[in-house]
Each structure stands twice: as C-alpha cells, then as structure tokens.
T-cell receptor, first 113, second 108 residues
C-alpha cells in the first residue's frame, strides 16, 4: 500500500524517559513534517524536512530532535519526556513543499504518566 | 492558530447545507487548504484555493477571497458521515498554519 506510516500507534511511558517515533512514506515525496495535536485538537507544525534537510523548526523544546536518514523517513526522538508532551503526533508528507496536498500518517498517541 | 479564525462548533441536519467560514491574516499568503478530520483519525485533504473564487468538488465547494482574507467550505446534501472536524490551513510564506478546526455535528 502506498501511504505514510508511523510506529508505534500508541506509546505510554513514564515522565523522564526517552522515546522515538518513526515515520516512513513510500509516495516518492520530498518534504516531510511532524505535527503535534493537543487535547484541544489544535494541529501545530513542529518540523519540516525537504530532501533530508531541515527547513522548518518551530519553537519546540530542544528535547525534541528530528532525524531524516533519507527522504522517505523522518523520525522524532524525544528526551526527558514531560506530562505536557502527551498528544497525538502526526507525520505528513508532500511533493514540492507547502503548496501541495499533505498526506498524513495515522498518528502516534503519546501518553506520559 | 496565528490569527486563523473559524467557529469552534456547528450543528446541521442531514440533507441540509452548511457553510464553515475561515478568516485569516493576509500577510505572506500563498494559498488556503481545507482538511477533514474524523475523530481518532488523521486529517485528509479536501481542497486547495490559491485564486479568488469558488472551486466545486462533488458535494463540497470551497471559496476564497484573498483581499478579504476569507474562505468558506460549503457542504451540500449533508450525510451522517460528514460529522467531523474541518480544518482551515493557510500557506503563509510556504509554511502551513492550521486553524483550530470546526467540529461539525450532523443531526438525523
């Protein structure tokens, strides 16, 4: 299936732990994104990569570190997890940047206890 | 949502028509998207307007007025499956900024 996939779908962890979320797209897109959707359903961009290069880095704590090993993958590593990090994290991809339709992954629901 | 405003919730009846409005700051504007998001699912693309006017796609239409910083999404012949959140998103200087979404409830 051609799609944007994320793992894991659910992640429950303790405060202070370090965790990673992985994203892969097989659509041949060149731009990938990480979004955070909080409990109020507000979808906010965190990072954007174009051909493995970071192009958008919003005001996100430096505990969050994205990594793009190739243009089909964009992973998100989070250090020292805090309660406020609990949210749904969506990966998305597009061809040609922000002027085209974004395809979203299914989301990763992170719960920090 | 960086000055992207849309109503928080709306209710409409099955079979009716509903219009969801979105206003935004016009600086750096490069286009406006509408996405649909069902509860517990990912957003899916509905429309993209760059030029002024109305774009129709089946039961859904999207309108844009760049000078007024205004868009609307029009849903016709509402079905129960249209119950979802509708997200207005602006391409501002090639960065996508989402509004907070409008949760649409459809009554039978």
């Amino acid at each position: 299936d051609t799609a944007v996939s994320q793992t894991p779908k659910y992640l429950v962890t303790q405060m202070g732990n370090d965790k990673s979320i992985k994203c892969e797209q097989n659509l041949g897109h060149d731009t990938m994104y990480w979004y955070k959707q909080d409990s109020k359903k507000f979808l906010k961009i965190m990072f954007s990569y174009n051909n493995k290069e970071l192009i958008i880095n919003e005001t996100v704590p430096n505990r969050f570190s994205p990594k793009s090993p190739d243009k089909a993958h964009l992973n998100l590593h989070i250090n020292s997890l805090e309660l406020g990090d609990s949210a749904v994290y969506f990966c998305a991809s597009t061809l040609g940047g922000a002027r085209n339709e974004q395809f979203f992954g299914p989301g990763t629901r992170l719960t920090v206890l | 949502g960086q000055n992207i405003d849309q109503p928080t919730e709306m209710t409409a009846t099955e079979g009716a028509i509903v219009q969801i409005n979105c206003t935004y700051q016009t600086s750096g504007f490069n286009g406006l998207f509408w996405y649909q998001q069902h509860a517990g699912e990912a957003p899916t693309f509905l429309s993209y307007n760059v030029l002024d006017g109305l774009e129709e796609k089946g039961r859904f239409s999207s309108f844009l007025s760049r000078s007024k910083g205004y868009s609307y999404l029009l849903l016709k012949e509402l079905q129960m499956k249209d119950s979802a959140s509708y997200l207005c998103a602006v391409n501002r200087d090639d960065k996508i900024i989402f509004g907070k979404g409008t949760r649409l409830h459809i009554l039978p």
